[in-house]
């Protein structure tokens, strides 16, 4: 059965970085598309980031030159590492499998001021 688990959100002062990790099992990371998302209180669950299977990585625009997405295959883990953190960017963060709609349970990040 494949399943997603994300850690490392935390509590980080404006500015500061934080590295997610998404270990996956029951199937190969770079076999598919992964994705991350994040939701933030009271608003909508909105896509940060993608990594295809082949290395590629596309952002939205409010993380670009911010985070960057990695992966591990000895591992079968995703990475985010998130730089400069803003408070905009307190939010659950989870990775998706995209190819078989998967999450994983999230992680809290908090910026604080």
């Known amino acids: 059965q494949a399943q997603l688990v994300e850690s490392g959100g935390g509590l980080v002062q404006s500015g500061g970085s934080l590295r997610l990790t998404c270990a996956g099992s029951?199937?190969?990371?770079?076999?598919?598309?992964m994705t991350w998302h994040r939701q933030a209180p009271g608003k909508a669950r909105e896509w940060v980031a993608t990594f295809a299977p082949g290395g590629a990585t596309f952002y939205t625009d409010s993380v670009k030159g911010r985070f960057t997405a990695s992966r591990d295959d000895a591992k079968n883990e995703l990475y985010l590492q998130m730089d400069n953190l803003q408070l905009e960017d307190t939010a659950v963060y989870y990775c998706q499998n995209f190819d078989s709609q998967t999450w994983g349970q999230g992680t809290q990040v908090t910026v604080s001021s």
């Open positions: 029951g199937f190969t990371l770079s076999d598919v598309i």
